[in-house]
């Protein structure tokens, strides 16, 4: 894999990280509904302020810009919702470690819809991954109150 790919992936991890500490600050003082109707039309305004330094627009379809539309009512939209509302119970470390689950979900959807194949080194990583959050999230608290186990599910 090439260099760049690593370093982008690091700096999303951080700043996925970031985020979710900032806003486990932020959920002290607002609601999740307040704060996530901040959080994503800011996130909309600097894609269109930056687009025309990052975008290629000689490349727009149309049909692909329907399904990035149906992709935006559940990322970001949906995903942010139930992000703010599981760092708000379960704390961002936990958060963290089960949205890590969503790569488990990807893999299986690439098997299922794309055909993707699973070799034996990629299904012992996702059975790392998931052994790693299971153990991060045991018997774990947040503040002065433990959270209920139907928590796990927001992330």
Known sequence: MPLDAWIY??????LFGLSLNLAQIGLR???VALGSMISIPTAAALFW???????????WRND???LFAATGLFYPALVTILTFEATRFLG???TAAMGNLARAVAVGAGVLWLGEALGLQQFAGVAVLVAGVTMMTTNRNWGDTTWP????SLP
């Open 149 to 152: 186990l139907w928590a796990l």
């Open 49 to 59: 302020a930056s687009s025309p330094w990052t975008a290629d627009f000689s490349g």
């Open 29 to 31: 003082y607002m609601p």
């Open 64 to 66: 692909a810009a329907l």
């Open 9 to 14: 992936a690091i700096a999303a991890a951080a």
């Open 92 to 94: 961002p470390n936990v």
